[in-house]
Every structure is written in structure tokens, then in C-alpha cells.
């Protein structure tokens, strides 16, 4: 079983940074693809930024330019780093993998609050 253990949110002001880090422990298989989501807006929440075996990276529309989703050499821990914060950037942030069999897991969350 993975366990995601999620660190770096926290309360900032209008741009303002803060940098999100995830890290996949347990029984870890291969990770073909993490990535952040974020609820509000939308039941669903909102995929905000993944990264995939070979590098590939793929942003939402209202992050571009401003977040970047990165992963360190081993493959098991991701990050966001996001800039040029705005209020509405504030939510709470879910880190997300899935393994090379298709199994996904999800994080506890951390909440990110951008606020003067």
C-alpha cells in the first residue's frame, strides 16, 4: 500500500510562493504519472499540474507560467512550486500517483491560503 505524506502548505500573501512537496512511501511500485489537484473549484476538484515517466507535463490553464510540477531522481516524490500566487490559488491541494498497473492513491491534503 503507498502512503502519500504531503508538506508544504500554508497561508501567504497575494504574490507571495510557497512550495508543495509529496513523497510516495510503502510498497511503491513504478510511478507512471503524479500530479496535484486542488478542491475548490468544483466537487471534483481541478487537476492543477502532473508529470509523467519520460518528463511530460501538463498544466491547467489558470497556472501556466506560474507553477511548475517537478519530481526528484528517484521517482517517488513530487513537487509545486507556485509562484505569483493568487487569491484564488487558495484550496486545498491533493497530491495524486498512480503505477505502472493502474493503481492510484491520494494524499491527505494541504492547504494553501493566499490572502492579504
Known amino acids: 500500500q503507498v502512503h502519500l505524506v504531503e508538506s508544504g502548505g500554508g497561508s501567504v500573501q497575494p504574490g507571495g510562493s510557497l512550495r508543495l512537496s509529496c513523497a510516495a512511501t510503502g510498497s511503491v511500485r513504478r510511478l507512471s504519472a503524479m500530479a496535484w489537484y486542488r478542491r475548490p473549484p468544483g466537487p471534483q476538484g481541478e487537476l492543477v499540474a502532473g508529470?509523467?515517466?519520460?518528463?511530460?507535463?501538463n498544466y491547467a490553464d489558470s497556472v501556466m507560467g506560474r507553477f511548475t510540477i517537478s519530481r526528484d531522481s528517484a521517482g517517488n516524490t513530487v513537487y509545486l512550486q507556485m509562484n505569483s500566487l493568487k487569491p484564488e490559488d487558495t484550496a486545498g491541494y491533493y497530491c495524486?500517483?498512480?503505477?505502472?498497473?493502474?493503481?492510484?492513491?491520494w494524499g491527505q491534503g494541504t492547504l494553501v491560503t493566499v490572502s492579504s
Open positions: 508529470i509523467f515517466n519520460g518528463g511530460t507535463t
Open positions: 495524486n500517483v498512480v503505477d505502472d498497473l493502474g493503481f492510484g492513491s
